[in-house]
């Protein structure tokens, strides 16, 4: 099941959601893993210290890329991603299963280099807009110029 007003993403880029923590995406590993282990991995995401800065990126990312008028969409998804955070850190403090260093490493240096690949891609995303944008005003300057040349219009 999907938290609600969480699938911005999901419909777009990349397949996640704004917190990319609905129940319903299935971690890809090597292995298979079980639903509660999912659980615990998306509630120890959410509580980690980067996890405001990874939400921060990804919304970043989809703001570059989203129509102007769709932009109150990620607003009202952000606005409700604050509920799903505090449910993901009720239940990381119920559960009793804490990871091992090792693991706890993975996961920072996964996240640490996840929000790298995050802000990399937004940058990215700004300089294609950019390009597109002045491509486009160079196209309507040349339309421009060349009715007013056909209908001798200074």
Not at 98 to 107: A, G, I, K, N, Y
Not at 124 to 151: G, K, Y
């Amino acid at each position: 099941m999907q938290q609600p007003g969480l699938g911005m993403l999901g419909h777009g880029v990349g397949g996640g959601s704004i917190g990319g923590l609905h129940d319903d995406v299935s971690v890809s590993v090597s292995v298979a893993v079980p639903a509660d282990q999912q659980r615990q991995l998306k509630a120890e995401i959410a509580t980690h210290p980067l996890y405001e800065q990874l939400l921060a990126a990804h919304v970043g990312c989809l703001r570059v890329a989203t129509p102007i008028d769709h932009l109150p969409l990620i607003d009202a998804q952000l606005a409700q991603s604050h509920h799903i955070l505090r449910s993901y850190a009720s239940r990381h403090q119920q559960q009793h299963h804490v990871l091992s260093p090792h693991e706890r490493q993975e996961l920072d240096n996964f996240l640490a280099q996840y929000l790298l690949v995050l802000c990399s891609f937004k940058e990215q995303l700004q300089n294609h807009v950019r390009v597109h944008a002045v491509e486009a005003v160079m196209a309507c300057r040349e339309i421009e110029q060349s009715f007013q040349a056909l209908t001798d219009n200074p």
